[in-house]
Nanobody
Framework: QVRLIESGGGSVHPGDSLRVSCTFY????????MGWFRQAPGLEREFIAA????????EYADSGKGRFTISRDNSKNVMYLQMNDLKPEDTATYFC?????????????????WGQGTQVTVSS
């Protein structure tokens, strides 16, 4: 069974940076495509970024292009999302997700496993 634990959320000001992490437990990390999603109250879960098993392919939603960077350290079983120039509209609960597949996906329903989420709040 796969278990995902997010960490690193918090409250920041507009323009600040923050890095959230996702630690993967239970199976071979390199068998899994990983993704970041977020959800604000009253809204649908939104794709942010995904990364292939060995990091060679990365995909970003338009909302994060140029500001967010997804990465993974397969030696530590950890995935990261570096967020720069944060805006109030980035406020949400951020979730990591995993799928045992070769191809990355932006669809939440493609992912098999989810973490519990970490809150990111951006306000002045």
């Amino acid at each position: 069974q796969v278990r995902l634990i997010e960490s690193g959320g918090g409250s920041v000001h507009p323009g600040d940076s923050l890095r959230v992490s996702c630690t993967f437990y239970g199976r071979a990390f390199t068998d899994y495509v990983m993704g970041w999603f977020r959800q604000a109250p009253g809204l649908e879960r939104e794709f942010i970024a995904a990364i292939a098993r060995w990091g060679g392919t990365r995909e970003y939603a338009d909302s994060g292009k140029g500001r967010f960077t997804i990465s993974r350290d397969n030696s530590k079983n950890v995935m990261y999302l570096q967020m720069n120039d944060l805006k109030p509209e980035d406020t949400a609960t951020y979730f990591c997700a995993a799928i045992n597949d070769r191809e990355i996906s932006a669809r939440p329903d493609a992912y098999e496993y989810w973490g519990q989420g970490t809150q990111v709040t951006v306000s002045s």
